[in-house]
């Protein structure tokens, strides 16, 4: 089955203490994105890679990393998550020539 | 910059009857995509449909169809025959053409809240 899978689904953690979120697609897409979800903000995009190796800035990227070393996995990085980083978290994947984006299932975060 | 807006917070809908939701948008692109999705309370985005701009025909999908106006950045969508089921977050976004880094982003509205009442 063709799918965007995220893990944890949950997670609660306290100030500072390093966090990741896995994202992995099974479709050899070229385009993976992480987005934030807060209410009245709609989703805003953290990051985003075009393709191995190849990752760049989105509309709110501070406090956040991210590496491509693989075509599949695009893992977001939190090195000393801060309480403003709560928020439902989406990885999203696409072909490079087609315009649709598949989503994974969202990871709320608590940052406490 | 692109922007997306979504000026209505709520709204509430009776079974079997048709609502619309609003969007519009602002771009000095030419060739872009407009979507709308839906997401229930399980938070899974389900794409429900999308528009290409160089296209004038308005897209449909079963009970699901735009009236995308592309002279005044308008991009609504109407639920016809409302389900209990369609009760759910709508969000509409907007993506540059798919090529290079100008098509890596979705532009989100805020979200309209959908309630179909029984």
């Known amino acids: 089955e063709a799918q965007v899978t995220q893990n944890p689904r949950y997670l609660i953690t306290v100030t500072g203490k390093k966090l990741t979120v896995t994202c992995s697609q099974n479709?050899?897409?070229?385009?993976m994105s992480w987005y934030r979800q807060d209410p009245g903000l709609g989703l805003r995009q953290i990051y985003y890679?075009?393709?191995?190796?190849?990752?760049d800035k989105g509309d709110v990227p501070e406090g956040y990393k991210v590496s491509r070393k693989e075509k599949r996995n695009f893992p977001l990085i939190l090195e000393s998550p801060s309480p403003n980083q709560t928020s439902l978290y989406f990885c999203?994947?696409?072909?490079?020539?087609?315009?649709?984006?598949?989503f994974g299932p969202g990871t709320r975060l608590t940052v406490l | 910059a692109q922007t997306v807006t979504q000026s209505q917070p709520e709204m509430s809908v009776q079974e079997a009857e048709t609502v619309t939701l609003s969007c519009t948008y602002d771009t000095s692109e030419s060739n872009y995509y407009l979507f709308w999705y839906k997401q229930p309370p399980s938070r899974q985005m389900i794409l429900v449909i999308r528009?290409?701009?160089?296209?004038?025909q308005n897209a449909t999908e079963n009970r699901f169809s735009v009236n995308f106006q592309k002279a005044a950045k308008s991009f609504s969508l109407k639920i016809s025959d409302s389900q209990l089921g369609d009760t759910a977050m709508y969000f509409c976004?907007?993506?540059?053409?798919?090529?290079?880094?100008?098509?890596?982003?979705?532009?989100f509205g805020e979200g309209t809240q959908l309630t179909v009442n029984p």
């Open positions: 890679s075009m393709n191995v190796e190849v990752t």
């Open positions: 999203a994947s696409r072909r490079a020539r087609e315009d649709t984006q598949y």
């Open positions: 976004a907007f993506m540059k053409g798919v090529y290079g880094t100008s098509g890596s982003r979705l532009t």
């Open positions: 479709m050899n897409h070229e385009y």
């Open positions: 528009q290409e701009a160089y296209k004038q």
